[in-house]
């Protein structure tokens, strides 16, 4: 998808201010502001498809957060509770998969920073994966 950007959403916003709550939404005020955003923006939008494809990358990204963050989460509590009952203290395995944690944690921030930086200024930024499955729903 190539450049496409100014205009409004069909909201009233410009578009890269509609962007930028679509991402930064998820983080400054929780889960349901930008999750609310987007979805407002796929249901109503269908013309500005620089909002529309920030969205949906936007709600997938988010859901990937959620997934892994589950996953991750699970998997420390586990390790913590076997190495407790073992050692009696959490061990290198429960550390390592807290660092895990960690890394993926910075690595979805950097990717939602740069795709509200891209979108900001009405550029499409593609987030691995997840960017492929938004720009089939545009």
Avoid: W
Avoid at 51 to 78: D, K, P
Avoid at 86 to 112: D, H, K
């Amino acid at each position: 998808m190539q450049n496409m950007g100014g205009g409004k959403t069909a909201l009233g916003l410009d578009t890269g201010i509609g962007v930028l709550i679509c991402y930064f939404g998820n983080l400054a005020c929780g889960l349901p502001l930008g999750l609310v955003y987007s979805i407002l923006v796929v249901v109503q939008d269908q013309t500005n498809k620089v909002a529309r494809f920030h969205a949906f990358q936007s709600l997938f990204l988010g859901v990937l957060g959620i997934i892994i963050g589950a996953v991750v989460g699970i998997g420390v509590f586990i390790t913590m509770m076997i190495d407790v009952a073992i050692f009696g203290f959490p061990s290198v395995l429960t550390g390592l998969l807290g660092l895990i944690a960690t890394v993926i944690t910075l690595g979805l921030l950097y990717f939602v920073v740069m795709a509200a930086i891209k979108g900001y200024n009405g550029e499409v930024y593609k987030i691995p994966v997840v960017g492929n499955f938004a720009e089939k729903y545009v």
